[in-house]
């Protein structure tokens, strides 16, 4: 089993930056990936972003590619999002996930197997 816990939400107004951190436990579980997901109120899940673990290779949902930046502590199972020139539309949960297994697609949420419990993210006009 593992656990997975998200910091970093808050308030911010649009133009601003974020910094995401998750944390993981159970070192003794493998990891393929990292992955961070969103859901604003009466939307689907919808991926952000990921991180497969043995290459460091990196994803991102075309809406943020080059706002959003994942990347880890390569000493603990832990990934970090930095986010970036925000915009309103970018209000919305935020969930990290943890797969320990290989699956096709990394941007999908059925690839994971553990997942934190969000924390808030709202961006102001």
């Known amino acids: 089993q593992a656990q997975v816990v998200e910091s970093g939400g808050g308030l911010v107004q649009a133009g601003g930056s974020l910094r995401l951190s998750c944390a993981s436990s159970?070192?003794?579980?493998?990891?393929?990936?990292m992955g961070w997901f969103r859901q604003a109120p009466g939307k689907e899940r919808e991926f952000v972003a990921a991180?497969?673990?043995?290459?460091?290779?990196?994803y991102y949902a075309d809406s943020v590619k080059g706002r959003f930046t994942i990347h880890r502590d390569n000493a603990k199972v832990a990934v970090y999002l930095q986010m970036n020139s925000l915009r309103p539309e970018d209000t919305a949960i935020y969930y990290c996930?943890?797969?320990?297994?290989?699956?096709?697609?990394?941007?999908?949420?059925?690839?994971?197997?553990?997942w934190g419990q969000g924390t808030q993210v709202t961006v102001s006009s």
């Open positions: 996930a943890r797969s320990t297994g290989w699956r096709p697609e990394i941007t999908t949420t059925r690839t994971y197997d553990y």
């Open positions: 159970g070192r003794t579980l493998s990891t393929y990936a």
């Open positions: 991180m497969t673990w043995s290459s460091g290779s990196t």
